[in-house]
C-alpha cells in the first residue's frame, strides 16, 4: 500500500475513451498516458487558493483517522479520466487521486450494475475538503484501459454526494489507511494499486509521474504503475528519504533548501511534494526575500509576483537542495506560461512568477510545497516500498516554453 503518512493529490485527464487511452506495458509496470487542460472552475486568485490548500492539508493531517479525507485538487489544471466499470463497462469521468482512497461513482452518472457487480451490504462515507458522498459499498471490475483491468476492486455507489458536478466520483489511488472508518464492519479496503500489485500487473509499489509543461500544444504526460519510465528521462532518478517531522511526514514529505542566485533563502526544513499544488509555496520570511531579490510586486487579481521585461532579463536561478543534489529552475521555469496569463485573470503581456507565499513562517513543519510548476520540469517517483522520493531531469528541465 501507499505509506500512512502519504498524501498526494493527483487528477489526470484522458483525453479519449478507456479503449483509446495509451497503455505502455513493460514487466512488473504499466504506464498511462494523460493530457491536461485549464481548470474552467479555477479561481482567477491561484496563489489563494493554493494557500488554502496547504491549509487544509495540514487540518487533514489530524483529521484523517476521523474519516474524513481530503481531497485537494490542482487549482489550475483539470485532470480526470475514463474508467470502466463492471463487465461489459459503463465508463465513467472519474478524478484520479493520490490524495485518497476510496475508489467511487454515481455522481453525475447513475451506477450500472452487471454480472460482475457485487453488493457487500456495506455502507460508504466520505467528506472531502470541497466535498462529500454517501452510499453502498461493491465488488466490481474496474478497467482503467485496454489491457489494465482490476477484478473484485471494492467501490463505491453513491446515493447522494455534494461537490462533483462534471465528473462521476473519484478514482482513489492513495494510501489505504485513508479508507479507515469510511466503509461499515470493515477496517480498510483494498484501494487500486493495492490490488494492481496483489493480482500481479505491478511488481512494485512505485508511482512514476511524468508532465509536460501546460504551455505546451501537446501537454501529454504520464503516470507509471510500478516502476520509472526511462524513454522519458534525460537522467538518472536520484532518492532521497521520506522527512520525519510532522506534518509534512503525513504527505510526501522531504527535506530540502532553497536558494536564489547564490543566496539562501530557505534553510533545510521540511515540506511536501505536490501535484494538487499549481504553485511553489514556500515560508513567508523566504518569499520575503524572494521578493526583495528578483523586485516583484503582487498583482491583487492573480494572487502572483509581476516582474518587468527587465527585471525577467535579470532573473537568478531558483535552486533547490534536497539530499545534497541540486535542482534548478531556470528564470524561464520560474515564470508563469505567458500564453495562460488571461485564464488567471491577468494580462496578456504581463510576466508573472510562480514562487507565492505558504502563509507561514518557516518552523511549521512544513515549510514549502513544491507544486506542478515544479514538477513539469522534473520526473518524479513515488517509492513506497522503500519510503523515498525521487527525481530526474527531462527533456524540459532547461527548456523554454513559458
Known sequence: MFPSKALLSLLLVAIASVDATPLKRDTGKATLSFAAKLNARASSNIAASDRARAQQMKQA?????????FTITNGAMDYTAQVGVGSPATEYTLLIDTGSSNTWVGADQAYNPTSTSQDTGDTVSVSYGSGSFSGEEYLDTVTLTSGLTITQQSIGVADTSEGFEGVDGILGVGPTDL??????????V?????????????GTEVLGIYFVPASESNSNGELTFGGVDTSVTTGDVTYVPLTTTEPASYYWGINES?????????????????????LILIA???????????????DETTGLLEITADQYANLDTLTFDIGGTSYDLTPNAQIWPRSLN????????????????IGTESGSGLDFINGYTFLERYYSVFDTTNAQVGFATTSYTDATTN
Open 342 to 357: 488571461t485564464a488567471l485573470g491577468g494580462n496578456a503581456d504581463s510576466i508573472y512568477l510562480v514562487v507565492s507565499d
Open 190 to 202: 483494498p484501494t487500486v494499486t493495492d490490488n494492481l500489485y496483489s493480482q500481479g500487473t505491478i
Open 179 to 188: 479508507t479507515e472508518g469510511t466503509v461499515s464492519n470493515t477496517d480498510e
Open 61 to 69: 493531517s489530524k483529521s484523517k483517522r476521523a474519516g474524513t479525507s
Open 258 to 278: 532553497i536558494a536564489y542566485g547564490g543566496t539562501t533563502i530557505l534553510d533545510t526544513t521540511a515540506g511536501i511534494v505536490d501535484t494538487g499544488t499549481t
Open 284 to 298: 513567508s520570511n523566504a518569499f520575503s526575500q524572494y521578493e526583495s531579490l528578483t523586485g516583484g510586486t503582487m
